[in-house]
T-cell receptor
Framework: GAGVSQSPSNKVTEKGKDVELRCDPI?????LYWYRQSLGQGLEFLIY????????KSGLPSDRFSAERTGGSVSTLTIQRTQQEDSAVYLC???????????????FGAGSRLTVL | AQSVTQPDIHITVSEGASLELRCNYS??????LFWYVQSPGQGLQLLLK??????LVQGIKGFEAEFKRSQSSFNLRKPSVHWSDAAEYFC?????????????FGSGTRLQVQP
């Protein structure tokens, strides 16, 4: 697509429920990132996918968080047994590079706002 | 570990006034440096970036930033602010070490523009 698309844009859930957040990157972008933006905080890196390589999961805060990327395109971030501290905006980004570099320019989606009651 | 500090959480300027948003970083060498802007309900958009060379870089929407190695700073400037510039601004550093596969972002500066 023309941009990075994320759904849902807003999600309200009860503590203990599982949630899935979806990201559809720009067509042809092999690199995909998930970041978390908590209130008053900067963006926190969660996970990085590059093509068919094993993802870099070093930013996932706990084993309740997982992500997958099917067919090298759409990605789903899953949060199990949600807690109130999981409330945040979850941002997805993609870039066209075939290898990682700190110089990569990311294109971000509008984010999914998660509220855990 | 690399880090980014944006000392100003919230800044208010009058339309037409000049603007400077501060960014300081901590990194062992010269990092890749970025400024992104986030308008309400939208994703982050790249304003400008610095990789090497001329330390004054120009970006979109009339913004510029200057890399100062001695001060470990990469401040964002605009000579005359427009009401549409109201948004949140994030400074970020990218590592030249490919072992760290993520940008490090500051906590952001929210800009309010008064008419």
């Amino acid at each position: 697509g023309a941009g990075v698309s994320q759904s849902p844009s807003n999600k309200v859930t009860e503590k203990g429920k599982d949630v899935e957040l979806r990201c559809d990157p720009i067509s042809g972008h092999t690199a995909l990132y998930w970041y978390r933006q908590s209130l008053g905080q900067g963006l926190e890196f969660l996970i990085y996918f590059q093509g068919n390589s094993a993802p870099d999961k070093s930013g996932l805060p706990s084993d309740r968080f997982s992500a997958e990327r099917t067919g090298g395109s759409v990605s789903t971030l899953t949060i199990q047994r949600t807690q109130q501290e999981d409330s945040a905006v979850y941002l997805c980004a993609s870039d066209s590079s075939r290898t990682y570099s700190g110089a990569n320019v990311l294109t971000f989606g509008a984010g999914s706002r998660l509220t855990v009651l | 570990a690399q880090s980014v500090t944006q000392p100003d959480i919230h800044i208010t300027v009058s339309e037409g006034a000049s603007l400077e948003l501060r960014c300081n970083y901590s990194y062992g060498a010269t990092p890749y440096l970025f400024w992104y802007v986030q308008s309400p309900g939208q994703g982050l958009q790249l304003l400008l970036k610095y990789f090497s060379g001329d330390t004054l870089v120009q970006g979109i929407k009339g913004f510029e930033a200057e890399f100062k190695r001695s001060q470990s700073s990469f401040n964002l400037r605009k000579p005359s602010v427009h009401w549409s510039d109201a948004a949140e601004y994030f400074c970020a550093v990218g590592s030249r070490d490919t072992g760290r596969r993520a940008l490090t972002f500051g906590s952001g500066t929210r800009l309010q523009v008064q008419p």
